[in-house]
């Protein structure tokens, strides 16, 4: 089945789903992904963090009660944006979406393929205006701009594989802004330092350029991680205390921003995957949550505390 009837398709089954509302009352959507985050965390499904934010968005809005995630962040997103099996999409297995760990499998290929439909892609093509303020991990690269710097990356970690133009533009295409997202501020990986400050080089892209990160605020930063090969690569901010852009109030800001530009039109999509609880020695503002550092000593996981002043 070529991608235009399946886009076809979705998009009939995805108007009948808007078939009692008129057209100008087709709901504005928010979707809001806490990545790994357990089904019983949040305080609206009985947690035993207090999320009280959180807890008026689900009494407001459409609590999905019988989503299926798929144990993992990336298959699950992948599911998320397709309407299909994590598998069908090459995130089969609990595979991930990092450039360096694609395979040559249809299955277990770690980058969406072009020709599934995204929800972004359907409901760009109805009016909505669609945005994404968060972490994308489902492939992708710039390689074809930057061919000499990544290519000696590329062929160590895709054996068996061969880098072609075409390979190349297909990389391309499997980003944010070439699948639906007519405004995005993402972070294309699995995780990495969630705090930079100034002087840090840091990976976030605005489209398809490297974003401008802001430094509004004041943190106090610990970072609460044993093993060696965590501290260096994300303890580089234990002890200090600067102004700094932190991943959460970072993506939360830009997305604020995005729906108020967006208020002046009709029907806003905002995907807003948020990366902090994939990495458990990292956590919200302490005085966000009071009761996060007891429950995660209880596991045995200790998180990054952000304080700000």
């Not at 690269?141 to 930057?146: L, P, W």
């Not at 000499?148 to 880098?163: N, V, Y």
Request: aromatic share 12%; glycine share 10%; with cysteine.
């Amino acid at each position: 089945m070529n991608r235009s009837l399946l886009l076809c398709l979705t998009v009939v089954s995805l108007l009948l789903s808007f078939a009692g509302h008129s057209e100008d009352k087709r709901p504005n959507i928010l979707v809001i992904l806490s990545d790994d985050a357990g089904y019983s965390d949040l305080g609206s499904f009985g947690g035993e963090i207090d999320t009280p934010n959180l807890d008026e968005l689900a009494a407001g809005g459409l609590r999905l009660s019988s989503f299926y995630s798929n144990a993992r962040c990336s298959p699950t997103r992948a599911t998320l944006l397709t309407g299909v099996d994590a598998a069908h999409v090459g995130f089969g297995g609990g595979v991930v979406g990092d450039w360096v760990r694609e395979m040559p499998f249809p299955a277990h290929r770690g980058r969406l393929p072009y020709e599934q439909p995204l929800i972004s892609e359907l409901l760009g093509a109805n009016g909505y205006q669609t945005l994404m303020a968060g972490k994308w991990h489902l492939g992708g690269s710039y390689i074809k701009e930057h061919v000499k710097q990544m290519t000696p990356t590329w062929i160590k970690t895709h054996l068996g594989m061969e880098l072609t133009q075409k390979e190349m533009e297909l990389d391309y295409l499997g980003l944010p802004p070439q699948r639906g997202f007519q405004k995005s501020f993402v972070f294309h990986g699995a995780q990495g330092n969630l705090f930079f400050t100034p002087q840090d080089k840091h990976q976030y892209y605005e489209d398809n350029q490297p974003a401008q990160l802001t430094y509004d605020y004041h943190y106090k930063m610990h970072c609460y991680t044993k093993t060696a090969f965590n501290k260096k690569r994300y303890g580089g901010c234990d002890g200090k205390s600067g102004n700094a852009f932190y991943a959460t109030d970072g993506m939360t800001d830009r997305a604020i921003g995005m729906l108020k530009q967006a208020s002046k039109q009709p029907q806003p999509f905002l995907c807003m995957p948020h990366t902090v609880h994939h990495i458990n020695h990292y956590k919200h503002p302490s005085h966000w949550y009071k009761n996060t550092l007891n429950v995660m000593q209880t596991y045995n996981t200790l998180p990054m505390v952000a304080i700000k002043d």
